[in-house]
């Protein structure tokens, strides 16, 4: 098989160990149905001598261009990862990142990333919106903490959000699953609220100075298993979207959580909102600096910097724009 072959083959990856490890035996099953639709792929797992990133990587340096995840949003976040991890690495010559198409079969406990693409979580109906082919443009955000750098498919956060990941993290290690496990960290962390100073600048203009509970920034909508703190946020408008909550008495966050989950949580007055192209959030002290989360997975503490880069990637969608 020659380069300009792996360009149309799809490169799977399949995280074994999403959805409590039955990612395996749904990936069997879509195996035939992609078979059955004529999709033409190529399929690697996870669990022997590479994760998800190193997987992607490698195919992406040996001249694949489509990608499919089976998994969750983390496995979308990895294979993203291991593709820009080739694609921006400074002696790559031969592609970039619009060269790039990304779908996913989504086995995961959140999906969240899908439900701004509209590919259904239903496996059949997933592969016919995939053989159909069709794709929208989103946006590549690199996240920079200290000398940690990660790609962004979706969300992240800092503070309260990124301290509810470190728990669900936890909890699914021990094999919970469910919304629930989102909600139940998130009333834990909202009780235990540590609040922290910090300087917000987007695009070069302070837009915050102060104690804050939580920064939320994203190219996509939902994070949680449905929770949207950037509800107006857009895969592919060269923007990103940050909400800033404040430090605020707990009265005003019980009574505004359920804006959380139906849509309306930019409508809350005592929020900082902003759409721009870059971010960095500067803490007052370093050894104060909240926990930074990208799409579910804490990747560091301290001065985080976010930008929107000029390429955007193709994804699989079921009604582009």
Same mark, same amino acid.
């Given at each position: 098989m020659n380069i300009s072959d792996k360009k149309d083959i799809w490169l799977v990856v399949v995280n074994v160990f999403a959805a409590s490890k039955k990612a395996g035996s749904v990936w069997k099953k879509a195996a035939v149905m992609l078979e059955e639709a004529g999709v033409p792929y190529k399929a690697m797992f996870t669990g022997g001598a590479d994760n998800a990133i190193a997987i992607s990587r490698k195919a992406c340096a040996m001249g694949y261009r489509k990608f499919m995840a089976v998994g969750g949003d983390g496995?979308?976040?990895?294979?993203?990862? +291991?593709?820009?991890?080739?694609?921006?690495?400074?002696? %790559?010559?031969?592609?970039?990142?619009? &060269?790039?198409? @990304?779908? *996913?079969?989504?086995?995961?406990?959140?999906?969240?990333w899908v439900k701004s693409t509209g590919v259904p979580c239903d496996i059949r109906s997933a592969v016919e919106v995939i053989a159909k082919g069709r794709t929208g443009l989103q946006d590549m955000v690199r996240v920079t903490v200290g000398d940690t750098v990660s790609y962004m498919a979706n969300i992240g956060g800092i503070g309260l959000d990124a301290r509810v990941c470190e728990i669900v993290n936890r909890k699914k290690e021990q094999g919970r699953r469910g919304k629930q496990l989102y909600v139940s960290a998130l009333l834990y962390c909202i009780r235990h609220r540590v609040p922290v100073k910090a300087r917000i600048i987007c695009?070069?203009?302070?837009?915050?100075?102060?104690?804050?509970?939580?920064?939320?920034?994203?190219? +996509?909508?939902?994070?949680?298993?449905?929770?949207?703190? %950037?509800?107006?946020?857009?895969?592919? &408008?060269?923007? @990103?979207? *940050?909400?800033?909550?404040?430090?605020?008495?707990?009265?005003?966050?019980?009574?505004?959580?359920?804006?959380?989950?139906?849509g309306t949580f930019h409508k809350v007055s005592v929020l900082t909102l902003a759409k721009c192209r870059s971010v960095s959030i500067i803490p007052e002290c370093q050894a104060d600096a909240e926990p930074v989360e990208v799409d579910g997975e804490v990747i560091g503490r301290g001065h985080t910097t976010m930008e929107v880069l000029p390429e955007q990637i193709n994804v699989i969608m079921k009604d582009p724009r």
């Open positions: 496995t979308v976040h990895d294979v993203l990862n +291991g593709i820009a991890e080739h694609v921006y690495a400074p002696d %790559t010559t031969d592609v970039s990142i619009s &060269d790039i198409t @990304l779908g *996913v079969l989504p086995v995961g406990s959140g999906n969240d695009d070069g203009k302070e837009i915050f100075n102060g104690k804050y509970l939580s920064l939320g920034f994203g190219v +996509g909508k939902y994070s949680g298993g449905g929770m949207r703190q %950037t509800p107006l946020a857009e895969l592919g &408008d060269g923007l @990103l979207d *940050v909400t800033v909550i404040p430090d605020i008495p707990l009265w005003i966050i019980a009574k505004e959580v359920p804006k959380l989950f139906t």
